[in-house]
T-cell receptor, first 115, second 114 residues
């Protein structure tokens, strides 16, 4: 998994509780991404980061926030978890620069269930 | 049209046959495309990158990019049961070439029958 770890790997939580997922990389890649994957929807980008403290929204960012205080760590927080956020969450990394800069490498994923 | 589309349903192929997957894209300016393989319950794994028109071969995999027709394909030769997975096509999002964002197709499931 290209030196990417995600924690926890599985989590069950209750509606209304905050949840934080962590992505850690050892590749020193500048870009980091959070996706969710749901049947029928494929991979959808939640938020991404293009450097320490530099983040931006993706296509499904409502209800999520992110933080990146170090190159190696990218945190995803569900501020108040809802059942619609039950999903598999993947972190990805990439390093810009031609010709292979757009390649993204994925972490192992976190399966989150919100009851 | 979505940026990247994979419209075919599940594909069943006998062992040893060629599996062919297609993906169309909407932005004529896209320069690079990627194929990911995803086993059930696992994360997507990059298996092919293609940056120029034409064919690129890597082992039993061949990626083809046709910019005139705006499609990219993946051929799996001598299909093996271990190739049974979902294959995702991805390309750069228009207007986001500077920040490495990708658009993903929804994937095609391939089942190789022994």
């Amino acid at each position: 998994d290209a030196g990417i770890t995600q924690s926890p790997r599985h989590k069950v939580t209750e509606t209304g509780t905050p949840v934080t997922l962590r992505c850690h990389q050892t590749e020193n890649h500048r870009y980091m991404y959070w996706y969710r994957q749901d049947p029928g929807h494929g991979l959808r980008l939640i938020h991404y980061s293009y450097g320490v403290k530099d983040t931006d929204k993706g296509e499904v960012s409502d209800g999520y926030s992110v933080s990146r205080s170090k190159t190696e760590d990218f945190l995803l927080t569900l501020e108040s978890a809802t059942s619609s956020q039950t999903s598999v969450y993947f972190c990805a990394i990439s390093e810009p620069g031609l010709p292979r800069g757009s390649e993204q490498f994925f972490g192992p994923g976190t399966r989150l269930t919100v009851l | 049209q979505k940026e990247v589309e994979q419209n075919s349903g599940p594909l069943s192929v006998p062992e040893g046959a060629i599996a062919s997957l297609n993906c169309t894209y909407s932005d004529r300016g896209s320069q690079s495309f990627f194929w990911y393989r995803q086993y059930s319950g696992k994360s997507p794994e990059l298996i092919m990158s293609i940056y120029s028109n034409g064919d690129k071969e890597d082992g039993r995999f061949t990626a083809q990019l046709n910019k005139a027709s705006q499609y990219v394909s993946l051929l799996i030769r001598d299909s093996q049961p271990s190739d049974s997975a979902t294959y995702l096509c991805a390309g750069p999002l228009p207007c986001f070439y500077g920040n490495n964002r990708l658009a993903f197709g929804k994937g095609n499931q391939v089942v190789v029958i022994p």
